[in-house]
């Protein structure tokens, strides 16, 4: 079974509006949910891995967190989606955490929980440190342009270079399907 990795805000809700603390802030990307079910059909697997610094620094709770995810596990299965499970980086810049992006910490604790060969697996983000933590354990990664990044300038992107560069997830998932 084929796994891909999602970045969640800027690649399936929304960047930019804040810290994403309450169902109610979840403000998903035209297109994404349809996206993830796509794949789903599909075949594949999906994980999301998300750095949410905002609970370390007290601006997100983690009850707030749970219900913001258990919103996005109904919304999918809505779309006709399961996601396989989610992993979040709680900490912040500093903490010295294994596990907040760019380090792979996630997705390593995803392989072990998961059995995922890492080395045939995408992720998909929309931040140099997304594609640095995929890129650091041998998976095929994707920048969408839909979140932080706007625009991709080779020279000014630090760390790996990304295997592909999409609009947006939609814009990959048409890709990953046609690329079977
Ligand atoms: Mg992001
Ligand atoms: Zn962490």
Known sequence: MKTIFLDRDGVITVE???YVA????????PGALGAIA???N??????IFTNQSGVGRGFITDAGLLEVHEKLRVDLRTAGAELLDIYVCPHKPGDNCACRKPLPGMLLQAAVDH??????AWAVGDTP?????????????????SGHTRAYEP????????????KDLPALVDYLLASR
């Open 16 to 18: 930019g509006g804040g």
């Open 22 to 29: 309450r169902p109610a802030d979840v403000r998903y990307l």
């Open 38 to 40: 796509r794949l789903y």
């Open 42 to 47: 599909a075949g594949w697997q999906s994980v």
């Open 115 to 120: 059995q995922i060969d890492l080395h045939t």
């Open 129 to 145: 440190r997304d594609i640095a933590a995929a890129a650091a354990v041998g998976a095929s990664t994707a920048l969408v342009l």
């Open 155 to 166: 020279a000014s992107f630090p760390g790996p270079v990304p295997t592909m560069v999409c």
